[in-house]
């Protein structure tokens, strides 16, 4: 016996080094997190839901978190606040949402780790259900110091540490965890067809039913569509709730014409509503043809950029660039805030969103040991930062097209990165102004 826990000590003082190795590692680039997912809001009634929709105002199911102190370690910056568990949370579950933050960072809830990432300039969620007790709860954000990410963040003018927007959310067991919609276009009819998904979760290790709610509201108010489908889980399993409908084709979305739809959702479980959210939804198409020129809902469209950081930007600066016969802002490379992209949604600003890599200071070098974009060891750090970007900004009707990275070499992790996207989206350009003509670039 004595014998076999001298072995199992000795794996584990083996384990230990690896794990710390691992962390230090860009093939290490999240723990705890949330696949990511467009910014979902869950309220307790639907006139909160259809008032407040994405914006993280305080309700029942939602506690904003502030009142940050900071203190200084020796590998981090850390930010710390509280957060309170009520009684009824108990059978659902906690989410805590990070908008943005200055750089790599650690989660802990109650002392206890429950989450990183590597990329802090998109947003990420983790589940802190477990790591949270009723009543008053403590979360601290550590902003690692020196941490292999900066490498690829060569846009950062500053390092000063910041945290942004934070909240702690509850959904029920079964949940609605992601909206996702697509719209065809013909030019020859006055109609568009609008797709839309609902992904339902349930975080249940039994099977679970819901019944899953939807209503598609126009502009001028008349319902579009509605109906409901009852959708059973097995452990932790997700499927996805699915209905099309038409919509005249003059009250697609563009910048001229920033129509947007209300999408009502609500969960019933057992008899009992258990959340609802609403979604503003603007359906449009954005693609490219054979010469290059964008196309929005078939038309071909010039773009007309104003720049901005988007750290500061206000709606009085997008509408005086609209004055100004502006209809694209181009954002400094690094963290957009989700209010950002909703501001430009709702007054017609098209966005080219840019996946947070620039790797200018490690030169153009594509030997072993210079610049990351060719190394393979890489590979996971530029795939999740492209993959994050997508998915967080994918039903942002202002957001027409991605760029990749800036000024960052060329090799197979972007020649990866470009693929991975180009299978996630079928229509909006995936870009690397700096290709120099490879194929990946669209």
Same mark, same amino acid.
């Given at each position: 016996m004595k014998r076999f826990l001298s072995i199992i000590s000795l794996f584990f003082l083996a384990a230990a080094p690896a794990a710390a190795q691992e962390y230090d590692s860009p093939e290490y680039v999240s723990l705890g997190r949330e696949l990511p997912r467009g910014k979902i809001v869950a309220y307790p009634t639907a006139e909160?839901? &259809?008032?407040? !929709?994405? !914006?993280?105002?305080?309700?029942? #199911?939602l506690r904003p978190v502030t009142g940050w102190t900071r203190t200084e370690e020796a590998d981090a910056v850390v930010f710390t606040s509280k957060y309170v568990i009520p009684f009824i949370w108990l059978s659902r579950q906690a989410i805590l949402y990070v908008d943005e933050a200055s750089g790599a960072y650690e989660v802990l809830v109650n002392g206890k780790k429950v989450g990183y990432s590597s990329d802090a300039f998109a947003p990420a969620e983790f589940n802190v259900t477990k790591a949270s007790k009723e009543d008053v709860n403590t979360v601290s954000i550590r902003i690692l110091k020196e941490h292999w990410s900066s490498r690829m963040e060569d846009f950062a003018e500053s390092r000063e540490p910041r945290v942004g927007e934070v909240y702690v959310m509850s959904q029920p067991m079964i949940r609605v965890r992601d909206v996702v919609h697509n719209t065809n276009v013909d030019l020859k009819s006055e109609f568009a067809t609008v797709e839309v998904g609902l992904v339902v979760k349930t975080e249940s290790l039994n099977p679970k039913t819901a019944r899953i709610h939807y209503e598609l509201i126009a502009p001028d108010t008349t319902v579009v569509t509605h109906g409901y489908k009852d959708v059973t889980l097995g452990m932790r399993g997700e499927d996805t709730v699915k209905f099309m409908a038409s919509i005249p084709y003059v009250l697609t979305w563009c910048a001229d014409m920033p129509v947007r739809y209300r999408l009502n959702v609500k969960t019933q479980i057992e008899g009992r509503f258990a959340e609802y959210q609403s979604h503003m939804i603007g359906f449009r198409t954005a693609e490219t043809d054979d010469n290059g020129d964008f196309k929005i809902n078939g038309i071909k469209t010039e773009l007309f950029y104003r720049d901005f950081d988007p750290l500061t930007i206000t709606d009085k600066d997008i509408i005086a660039a609209r004055v100004l016969k502006y209809n694209a802002v181009r954002f400094k490379m690094g963290a957009v805030p989700q209010n950002v992209y909703r501001m430009c949604d709702s007054l017609g600003m098209y966005v080219i969103a840019q996946v947070p890599v620039n790797t200018s200071k490690s030169g153009p070098s594509r030997r072993r040991g210079g610049n990351?974009? /060719?190394?393979?060891?890489?590979?996971?750090? $530029? *795939?999740? @930062?492209?993959?994050?970007? #997508?998915?967080?900004?994918? /039903? &942002?009707?202002? +957001?027409? !097209? #991605? %760029?990749?990275?800036?000024?960052?070499? /060329? !090799? %197979?992790?972007? #020649?990866?990165? $470009?693929?991975?996207?180009?299978? *996630?989206?079928?229509? @909006?350009? +995936?870009l690397y102004i700096e290709s120099a003509g490879e194929w990946n670039s669209d």
């Open positions: 909160e839901a &259809q008032a407040l !929709g994405a !914006g993280a105002v305080a309700s029942k #199911y990351p974009t /060719n190394d393979p060891a890489w590979k996971a750090a $530029y *795939l999740d @930062r492209a993959e994050t970007t #997508y998915r967080t900004t994918r /039903n &942002q009707a202002c +957001v027409i !097209g #991605y %760029i990749m990275a800036e000024d960052s070499s /060329n !090799g %197979i992790n972007l #020649y990866e990165a $470009y693929l991975r996207l180009k299978a *996630l989206e079928r229509r @909006r350009p +995936v």
